[in-house]
DNA sequence: ATAGGGTTAG
């Protein structure tokens, strides 16, 4: 016995310094004597051997295994290995024999091998899997909840659906798969099927909804224009009498944007008015929705009234807040203007006076508080100034913006209003190549393995700091960053946190609408460095960049066309193991698409796909938009079936793309074709459809006009 | 794992 055991311990010794290798893998065909000698414990140490080979460890399991009865943990780790290396032709078999066996693997373990069963796409081993759980009749709450969790993030739908249809009975109330995948069906907009589910969950005795269920749900049908049902499920929130459930922060909030997104203004502020009343507190998203809202239907006073409200809880407004306020005392101003004029005339001046100078101040405010004073906002103010043919206004709005750093830049604007307002500054774009060479696709691979390979940071990217920028879009901010940098942050690396959202901060702190603010500017000027830095002082005042602040510098930069920049941050997120996530592929297919290289897009897909991503809805729109604007209609129809046929529904950004895309293409009867198909399909067109189709009606008039003349030329040969 | 980050026209 002390012998084998002996042998035992060698053979262990000898996988351990990995010298078991192919020519000795024979003498694992050991005699019964030593297999005797192997213990439990012994086999698990030879298969949890890193430096073994997974097929070496499964012919040693699979010959021990006519020894010893295998324990769970010994299929857990062959499984593991095989699985981990990619080598899943083996694993149907092995799951049949621990059935055999009766092994029963721990939940861990089964929840391990669905992972990477379904990461690696292989969903038939995942139901086999399942199958296995479901013939054990164990409580497997765990196992589909992260079942129909995985095959979420593959946007693996239609399986999460079936899963859930068919587990229906074992689903409890803790479930959170089904939330999740009522937010995938929301995101999806997948309304059956959503109500299906929906439905379904409520038909189930002894079910109900937690608060994040009841979110779900209300902002779904808050998306779909259903207000009905919203405020059903939110008056049972409030009456719950067990006091499980209760509305929050976020249920307001999606009531509230429901009701702005269909026009109910005076409803959201009902409820604006009633969370105010509530144990919460509005938050920034509250208070910028709901101004918008009330400046885009003209209640100004109601805008006033939010906003005030807002400043008074100490919530710093942001340019769109001030933009949209803008926006809308101009258009009261006009509306205004056009019932005087229509009553006849005389005291225009007043009105106007009196709406302008609310404007004027409102500049003044927002300069006072160091905010950007954008082009947007100065623009319109001087187009507003223009129209009244009241250009000693002009001087007013010099005075206060006198006081801030903006009167060099004015004063330009002012020279140079006209030519600016027909050729936009600020846009000007480099289109210099994202990747040096030509263009193969080997390029671009190796570029993103070199990104992943590297360690150091080059920190050396940043465009000089100095030289006035006319036509930047805040001079007030380009002082703060040239100050910034020139305080000289030494840099350690930022460690940017992957993946979740940030946390709102209380008004006084850091949030990360102020960190993109800042951002912005930065990245507008090309300091990326500089930006990076940023990073690190926020991080350090508790705010954590996430893997979409990086997307938000690639955003600006593929919009600008700065795509050498974008493809900087994109080898920093490599270095910094910030996943590269579905939507920063999408900015690469745009950035190509905008260089007019729509034909590397596919290659990206590939390794896209090779990642484990997929493509959404998104995706699929930009890359139609990409290829259409490069003229390659017919990918354009296939890349459309294609996302038919996956199941996911066209939206209105989908429609708007193709029927553009096949106009400028001279296809105007597809293109009417897919605004048929639009209407039938009952999705609303949108302002962006009417622009399109107002294109759209000149290349058909233009097409007439044509007919017309060459019949006029066959009637009149003469 | 709930709203808010990536896509369309001018």
């Known amino acids: 016995m002390r012998q084998w055991k002996q042998l035992g311990e060698v053979l262990v010794a000898a996988s351990i310094t990995n010298t078991l290798s192919h020519s000795h893998a024979a003498t694992l065909n050991l005699p019964r004597a030593v297999a005797l000698g192997l213990t439990q414990p012994l086999i698990l140490k030879i298969l949890s051997n890193q430096s073994i080979h997974p097929s070496q460890k499964l012919r040693f399991f699979e010959w021990s295994r006519s020894h010893h009865n295998p324990s769970p943990a010994a299929y857990s780790l062959v499984l593991r290995s095989l699985t981990g290396a990619g080598f899943f032709s083996d694993v149907p078999s092995l799951l049949h024999s621990m059935t055999e066996d009766g092994v029963v693997l721990d939940p861990h373990s089964l929840n391990l091998l669905l992972h990477s069963f379904i990461f690696s796409s292989n969903f038939n081993l995942a139901f086999q899997l ?108 409030k009456d719950d009498g067990k006091g499980l459930v209760s509305p929050d922060l976020c249920t ?149 913006i006198r006081e801030g750093d903006l009167v060099v830049s004015v004063l330009k604007w002012k020279a140079g209003m006209e030519a600016s307002m027909k050729n936009p500054p600020g846009k000007k774009k480099d289109y210099s190549p994202m990747f040096p060479s030509k263009g193969d696709f080997s390029d671009i691979v190796s570029f993103m393995t070199r990104a992943q390979d590297t360690t150091n ?10 030289g006035i920028d006319e036509w930047s879009s805040s001079p007030h901010m380009d002082k703060l960053a040239n100050q910034m940098c020139s305080t000289g942050y030494s840099s350690q690396l930022f460690t940017p946190s992957r993946g979740q959202r940030v946390q709102e901060k209380g008004p006084d702190s850091f949030d990360v609408d102020m960190v993109n603010t800042f951002l912005s500017i930065f990245l507008a000027k090309g300091k990326l460095s500089l930006a990076c830095k940023l990073f690190e ?110 199941g996911i529904n066209p939206d209105v950004v989908t429609y708007n ?10 296809l105007l009867k597809d293109a009417y074709k897919f605004l048929k198909m639009m209407l039938d399909a009952g999705c609303t067109p949108n302002h962006v459809t009417d622009t399109t189709l107002d294109y759209l009606g000149r290349e058909i008039d233009k097409l007439r006009f044509q007919r017309a003349s060459i019949l006029s030329e066959k009637d009149d040969p003469s």
């Open 130 to 237: 399942l199958d296995y759980v479901q013939h054990l009749q164990l409580d497997a709450t765990t196992i589909y909840n992260s079942l129909i969790a995985a095959l979420l993030t593959k946007n693996q739908l239609s399986l999460a659906l079936s899963i859930f249809f068919k587990l229906l009975d074992t689903v409890d109330s803790k479930s959170i798969a089904c939330n999740q995948l009522l937010v995938a069906l929301r995101k999806a907009d997948m309304r059956v099927e959503f109500k299906q589910v929906f439905t379904k969950l409520r038909e189930k005795k002894g079910f109900s909804f937690d608060t994040w269920g009841y979110n779900v749900c209300i902002h779904a049908f808050g998306c779909w224009g259903d207000l009905a049902s919203c405020f059903a499920l939110f008056k049972e929130m």
């Open 657 to 666: 793309t193709l029927i553009e895309v096949h106009s400028k293409a001279g």
């Open 252 to 400: 307001y909030n999606s009531l509230i944007t429901a009701l702005c997104r269909l026009g109910k203004v005076d409803d959201a502020l009902v409820v604006w008015e009633e969370l105010n009343a509530s144990v919460h507190q509005p938050d920034r998203f509250t208070y910028t929705n709901l101004i918008h809202a009330c400046c885009g239907t003209f209640r100004m006073g109601d805008a006033t009234r939010v906003f005030n409200h807002m400043q008074s809880h100490g919530f710093r407004p942001d340019t769109l807040v001030y933009n949209s306020l803008l926006d809308g005392h101009f258009k009261a101003t006009k509306v205004v203007e056009a019932c005087q004029l229509f009553e006849k005339m005389v005291q225009e001046g007043l009105c106007k006076e009196g709406q302008l100078e609310e404007a004027l101040q409102l500049v003044e405010e927002m300069e006072s508080r160091g905010f950007t004073v954008d082009l947007v906002t100065i623009t319109s103010l001087l187009i507003s100034i223009h129209r009244h043919g009241r250009w000693d206004w002009t001087d007013r709005l010099m005075k206060y």
């Open 537 to 646: 002082i926020f991080s350090d005042a508790g705010v954590s960049p996430v893997s979409y602040s990086y997307n938000s510098i690639m955003s600006s930069f593929v919009k600008k066309g700065y795509f050498t920049e974008a493809w900087a941050v994109l080898t920093e997120m490599g270095e910094q193991i910030c996943p590269a996530d579905i939507a920063t592929y999408n900015m690469i297919i745009q950035g190509l698409g905008k260089m007019g290289r729509a034909d590397l897009a596919s290659a990206v897909l590939d390794t896209l796909l090779k990642q484990g991503g997929y493509l959404d809805i998104v995706m699929y729109n930009t890359l139609i938009n990409a290829l259409g604007k490069a003229g390659r209609i017919k990918e354009v129809n296939k890349l459309f079936e294609q996302m038919r046929s996956s």
């Open 457 to 466: 940071i080059n920190d050396g990217e940043e465009t000089s700091c100095d």
